[in-house]
C-alpha cells in the first residue's frame, strides 16, 4: 500500500480507537506510520481524510454483513419476504451486538452533522448508494438490479431501521428485538393489527 491507503486504513483504526471527533492528525500518522506531511498532500486535511474514513468504513460494514451467514447458513433463496426480512436483520444485530466501537463511532457521526456541513454533505452525497446497497443485500441481489424507484422508496427504510437499532444497541443492548421481532411488527403493521394479539 501506498501512503494514502496507508492513511486511510490509519483513520479508520483511528474511528474504532478513539472516535471520530476524538481523533487527531497525529493519530493517525502514528497509526499509519505516514508522516504527517502526507494528510495534507494525499486528503486535504485531517477533516477530509477522517470524511473518507467513516463512509469507507460504513461500506465496508455493509459489505461485510451481506458475507456472514446467519447461524452458519446463507439465507434460503426460496425464504418468503418476512422471512428473509428476519434472517437478514438477524445477520445486521449480530454485527451491531459484536462490533460497538463501530456502532459508537457512527452514532457520534450522526451527533455531528446539524453543526458539520462538510461532514452532512460527505455523507449526504452516498446516502443515496448506501440505500440501494441496503435493498441489494435485503433481496439478495447486486447492487446492479436495484431499480432506483426501489432505491428511493425501500432504501431510506432500510437505512431508518439500521440507525435506529444503532442507537438503541448502546442505549439498551439487553432489549434488543430479533429479525424475527422485526418481521412480526412489519405483518402487523401492515396488517392493521398492532393492537392485536400477539404472535
Known amino acids: 500500500m501506498g501512503h494514502r491507503e496507508d492513511l486511510l486504513e490509519g483513520a479508520k483504526r483511528c474511528l474504532l480507537e478513539k472516535g471520530y471527533a476524538g481523533t487527531t492528525a497525529r ?32 461500506e465496508e460494514w455493509g459489505t461485510g454483513v451481506a458475507q456472514v451467514p446467519a447461524g452458519g447458513e446463507a439465507v434460503p433463496a426460496d425464504a ?10 438477524d445477520l445486521f444485530l449480530q454485527r451491531i451486538a459484536t462490533e460497538r466501537e463501530f456502532i459508537a463511532a457512527q452514532v457520534e457521526v450522526l451527533g455531528l452533522l446539524p453543526r458539520d456541513a462538510a461532514l452532512r454533505e460527505a455523507i449526504g452525497e452516498v446516502l443515496p448508494e448506501g440505500g440501494e446497497g441496503l435493498v441489494a443485500i435485503f433481496e439478495g441481489v447486486p447492487d446492479t438490479e436495484v431499480d432506483a424507484e426501489a432505491a428511493r422508496v425501500v432504501g431510506p427504510f432500510y437505512q431508518a431501521l ?38
Open 162 to 199: 439500521l440507525t435506529g437499532l444503532m442507537v438503541q444497541s448502546l442505549l439498551t443492548p439487553d432489549r434488543m428485538p430479533t429479525g424475527r421481532d422485526l418481521a412480526a411488527a412489519l405483518r402487523r403493521v401492515t396488517a392493521g393489527e398492532v393492537l392485536g394479539k400477539a404472535e
Open 27 to 58: 493519530d493517525i500518522v502514528a497509526a499509519s506510520g505516514a508522516n504527517l506531511a502526507s494528510i495534507g498532500y494525499h486528503y486535504g486535511s485531517k477533516d477530509a481524510l477522517m470524511r473518507q474514513a467513516i463512509i469507507a468504513s460504513s
Open 80 to 89: 418468503e419476504p418476512l422471512e428473509r426480512f428476519a434472517a437478514v436483520w
